[in-house]
């Protein structure tokens, strides 16, 4: 199993608590920023911490950073420190999380077709 993956989602794994792939796909998006910051990310490129807080106006300082963890974590983004002074931190999507952005656009389309259905359908109707 790779090392990156949460522990939480590694022993539900070995426990055998994920009974679809499905389900387990979805656990790496959980969290309401993570499908926007990866694909900013994806999209984007590198971007550091505080350009993801002007980017995502609407996230606190600690959601920002657990999402970002999280990500981290099940190695879908990793964090690069440059040595300069102040430090410079850069995030940018892995390898791993290249292979989402085709599940993310889908969403985002399917998303965008339905908020014009839903538009259309709101419409006043001429008589």
């Not at 679809?20 to 926007?36: H, I, N, R």
């Not at 002007?54 to 983004?77: A, V």
């Amino acid at each position: 199993m790779a090392e990156t993956l949460r522990d939480s989602i590694r022993k539900r794994l070995e426990n055998g608590d994920y009974h679809c792939a499905k389900e387990f796909t979805l656990s790496m998006f959980s969290g309401k920023w993570k499908v926007v910051i990866l694909y900013h990310l994806g999209v984007d490129g590198a971007t550091r911490y505080s350009d993801l807080e002007r980017l995502f106006t609407d996230i606190s300082h600690k959601t920002l950073s657990n999402q970002l963890k999280e990500l981290r974590k099940d190695g879908l983004i990793a964090r690069k420190v440059y040595p300069v002074s102040p430090p410079q931190v850069e995030y940018y999507i892995t390898e791993l999380g290249f292979t989402l952005l085709p599940i993310i656009e889908m969403m985002y389309e399917w998303g965008r077709t339905r908020i014009d259905q839903l538009k259309a359908e709101s419409e006043p109707k001429d008589k």
